[in-house]
């Protein structure tokens, strides 16, 4: 249905800017003209994104740091005599870890701090404890805000470590186990609550069967959570709308043409998915529409005291380089460079460098640096040097995959 409409569009817009021949037309015969808007079709689209999945996390984004206190209970094999609560001991642990997905995460955590536990001979004792775990975020999968955040976490974890008795100088291998539960106060701040527990073998502290596991350490805390350096998700781009787009515009671009006697490839038809969607289509587009005066925003942007015509096109690098990562971006160029020296048009440049790699100075010079370089293949092309204007935007974080963020953003608009 929705092929259907566009092509029942394009039939409009052919109909609305070639008027039918006046041979073979009666006088009793009616013209009907039809119009068709075509700034939706010629417009930059606002991005959407999908709920899931999210970028996964870089190293610079969503480690957290986290303290909490509460109360621990030895369980020994043999168990002793006292009763569960006359061991709670007070339990300290700091723990500090990262998120790679909203739903994955890692976490090292020291527990001890020179505090005690109650052994089978119902004597306290002094230990360390210092595990790692993988933390698996049930909830990690649910909708969340602007940033992918989770107003709730609810993490089961595995992992081990080693545990020390400071009276017999034992220091065996733990299992570690349990389940964090925590709800986000801020961007930045969590409150938590944990149970944990600890296995190692039965003679940690002096009774018990040296070869099997029997020795537990149960936890149950409550503390705070902060999260350190860059918080929050990149969405990935829905690209269906961008699709659409351009296949609208191409099925238009080629019925015009063919209403002129022209092949449909007049155009070099380079393949555009390093191009950034729908910028070489709409550039064809305004070729072929025989009403544009090479001044007129088609799409009906403005800039400051220019007219934006059409959509920006974007030329992607590889990391850390200027150069491009498909050679056939070039073709984008050349057209682009036949419409601004053929209207006179002015060229805006703009260098970008992706912030999730290199640092501020490094990413100030490189995006200068692919300004200058796309600016060089203008002048090359014909393009006065008086009609481009360059800007080094540094490292940004905007667009999703990162990849995208390693740009170089060419606007032609009309002069003021």
């Not at 303290?67 to 723990?95: H, K, N, Y």
């Not at 065996?172 to 944990?194: D, W």
Request: charged share 20%.
């Amino acid at each position: 249905m929705r092929k259907m409409k566009a092509l029942l569009a394009v039939a409009f817009i052919v109909a609305g800017q070639f008027p039918a021949s006046a041979a073979g037309i009666t006088r009793d015969s009616a013209k009907i003209v039809q119009h068709y808007q075509t700034d939706e079709l010629l417009s930059t689209l606002e991005p959407t994104y999908l709920k899931e999945p999210v970028i996964g996390s870089p190293w610079s984004r969503n480690w957290f740091a986290s303290i909490s206190a509460g109360t621990s209970v030895f369980a020994g094999s043999p168990l002793g005599c006292e009763d569960i609560f006359g061991r709670m001991q007070p339990a300290l642990q700091v723990s500090a870890g990262k998120w790679f997905t909203p739903s994955i995460g890692v976490r090292a955590s020291y527990q001890g701090f020179g505090l005690k536990f109650i052994d089978a001979n119902i004597a306290k004792q002094r230990y360390h404890a210092a595990h790692a775990e993988l933390l698996w975020n049930v909830v990690g999968v649910n909708p969340s805000d602007e940033l992918g955040l989770h107003r709730w976490t609810v993490a089961p974890y595995l992992g081990g470590g080693i545990i020390k008795h400071e009276g017999n100088g034992k220091h065996p291998f733990t299992v570690n186990y349990g389940v964090m539960a925590a709800y986000r106060l801020g961007r930045r701040l969590s409150v938590n609550m944990e149970l944990a527990g600890l296995n190692t073998f039965q003679d940690f502290d002096g009774q018990g069967n040296s070869k099997r596991f029997g020795d537990q350490l149960f936890t149950l805390s409550a503390g705070l959570t902060v999260n350190i350096g860059k918080v929050g998700w990149k969405r990935t781009v829905d690209a269906n709308p961008y699709r659409q787009q351009n296949e609208y515009l191409m099925e238009t671009i080629n019925d015009l043409l063919h209403q002129r006697g022209l092949p449909s490839d007049s155009f070099d038809n380079t393949n555009t998915k390093h191009g950034e969607y729908s910028g070489l289509a709409s550039l064809r587009a305004r070729l072929a529409h025989k009403d544009w005066n090479g001044k007129d925003s088609i799409a009906g942007q403005t800039s400051e005291d220019h007219k934006l015509i059409g959509v920006p096109f974007y030329f992607f690098f590889r990391i850390n380089t200027c150069t491009l990562t498909d050679e056939s971006q070039l073709q984008n160029l050349i057209n682009l460079a036949k419409v601004a020296k053929a209207f006179n048009l002015d060229v805006f440049v703009d260098g970008a460098a992706d912030a999730a790699t290199g640092t501020r100075p490094i990413n100030d010079k490189l995006s200068e640096q692919r300004a200058s370089y796309i600016a060089r293949l203008l002048r090359e092309q014909g393009v006065s040097n008086d009609a481009i204007h360059c800007t080094a935007k540094g490292g940004i974080n905007k667009f999703t995959p990162v990849q995208r963020n390693r740009h170089t953003r060419v606007m032609i608009k009309s002069s003021k």
